[in-house]
């Protein structure tokens, strides 16, 4: 019994280990386009000036009242594009990820939807990356979260979600070095 322990034990703890240096590696193949239409849209997007990312969980906030609330907190003006990023969770346990994307435009308003994902940040990390490749380099707009600190990292490294501006940010840091290249982080 004791030696079968030590194995569970030592299967546990490599286990965690793993799954907390993996935690920061984007491990990101590209995306898979649901349509032609979302990949035309997406090229566009590549080419708008200083576009605002705002991810979005659908179900708590509508678009309209997440949009007031972004501009009125972050200070941003209506003619600023704000494009928003709603991410779904695929299998966290993957190693790599190809997520799927739908791009649509709906009332002037522009909603990149990413399934198949390993964490949500994983997601808005790629899509701001792959933006900052062409154009300038977008910002990435966060509010505050009632999550404990430490719930959201535990969130993260359990089940890929929780603690994303934390996360999104080290994600960026480590594939973009170069500081003028980076989508810009913004938390309020």
Not at 28 to 46: A, I, V
Not at 122 to 147: C, M, N, Q, R, T
Not at 170 to 178: G, H, M, R, S
């Given at each position: 019994?004791?030696?079968?322990?030590?194995?569970?034990?030592?299967?546990?703890?490599?286990?965690?280990a793993?799954?907390?240096?993996?935690?920061?590696?984007?491990?990101?193949?590209?995306?898979?386009?649901?349509d032609?239409?979302?990949?035309?849209?997406?090229?566009?997007?590549?080419?708008l000036?200083?576009?605002?990312?705002?991810?979005?969980?659908?179900?708590r906030?509508?678009?309209?009242?997440?949009?007031?609330?972004?501009?009125?907190?972050?200070?941003?003006?209506?003619e600023v594009?704000?494009v928003?990023?709603?991410?779904?969770?695929?299998?966290?346990?993957?190693?790599?990820?190809a997520p799927?994307?739908?791009?649509i435009?709906?009332?002037?308003?522009?909603?990149?939807r990413?399934?198949?994902?390993?964490s949500?940040?994983?997601?808005?990390a790629?899509?701001?990356?792959?933006?900052?490749?062409?154009?300038?380099?977008?910002e990435?707009?966060?509010?505050?979260?009632?999550?404990?600190?430490?719930?959201?990292?535990?969130?993260?490294?359990?089940?890929?979600?929780?603690?994303?501006?934390?996360?999104?940010?080290?994600?960026?840091?480590?594939?973009?070095?170069?500081?003028?290249?980076?989508?810009?982080?913004?938390?309020?």
């Amino acid at each position: 019994i004791k030696i079968a322990a030590c194995f569970i034990a030592a299967v546990v703890v490599l286990s965690f280990a793993s799954r907390l240096r993996r935690s920061t590696e984007l491990r990101f193949f590209g995306f898979e386009f649901t349509d032609p239409t979302s990949r035309f849209l997406w090229d566009s997007l590549k080419h708008l000036e200083f576009p605002v990312l705002v991810p979005h969980r659908p179900g708590r906030h509508g678009l309209e009242e997440k949009e007031q609330a972004i501009r009125a907190q972050h200070r941003l003006p209506p003619e600023v594009p704000i494009v928003f990023v709603e991410a779904e969770l695929g299998d966290p346990s993957d190693f790599g990820h190809a997520p799927r994307m739908e791009v649509i435009e709906t009332e002037g308003k522009f909603i990149i939807r990413i399934t198949r994902c390993v964490s949500i940040a994983h997601a808005v990390a790629a899509a701001a990356l792959e933006l900052s490749a062409v154009g300038k380099p977008p910002e990435i707009h966060f509010g505050w979260s009632d999550e404990s600190p430490m719930a959201a990292s535990f969130g993260f490294l359990l089940f890929g979600e929780g603690n994303v501006p934390w996360m999104v940010r080290a994600l960026i840091n480590k594939v973009q070095p170069d500081a003028e290249r980076q989508p810009r982080v913004v938390i309020g």
